[in-house]
């Protein structure tokens, strides 16, 4: 896992993740968004919506999130959410969480072993560390 004090900074990785949006209370596909996610230098960044072309409109929003700064990264906790989908919880604002999942029949396994080395050690939750040990991204309970 990364380091006690921050995240660890030589692990890069770029994909596609689905994205709860702020504020649902459950998983509904209607508040889902794919984004393409890429971790670098201990920072999440994603980005997602339309473009339409060249000579304006909307283009694409991309945020960023410290890992150095996630308080817990556990499975997902949202009600029906898809098996592999997992929460960041923030330390500064315990009430503000980024909740992700694969793609339909894409495994969370390399994301969550990537975010488990990127953030504080003390953020991996013991069940997600169970789970990590696992071959598949099947929901462990305790």
Same mark, same amino acid.
């Given at each position: ?5 921050? +995240? ?19 998983? +509904? ?107 598949? +991204? ?5």
């Amino acid at each position: 896992m990364g380091e006690a004090s921050g +995240a660890f900074t030589g692990l890069e990785k770029t994909g596609t993740l689905l994205k709860l949006n702020k504020g649902a209370r459950a998983w +509904a596909y209607s508040d889902v968004k794919p984004k393409t996610v890429h971790l670098r230098d201990g920072v999440l960044t994603y980005s997602g919506g339309g473009s339409l072309g060249r000579g304006g409109g909307r283009g694409t929003s991309t945020s960023a999130v410290e890992l150095r700064h996630v308080a817990q990264l556990r499975q997902s906790t949202v009600p029906g959410a898809p098996v592999g989908a997992f929460d960041l919880q923030m330390q500064s604002k315990p009430s503000r969480t980024y909740t992700f999942a694969p793609e339909p029949g894409a495994s969370a396994q390399g994301w969550l072993g990537a975010l488990a080395v990127a953030v504080p050690d003390s953020a991996v939750d013991r069940g997600l560390q169970a789970l990590l040990r696992t071959k598949s +991204a099947e929901r462990i309970t305790p």
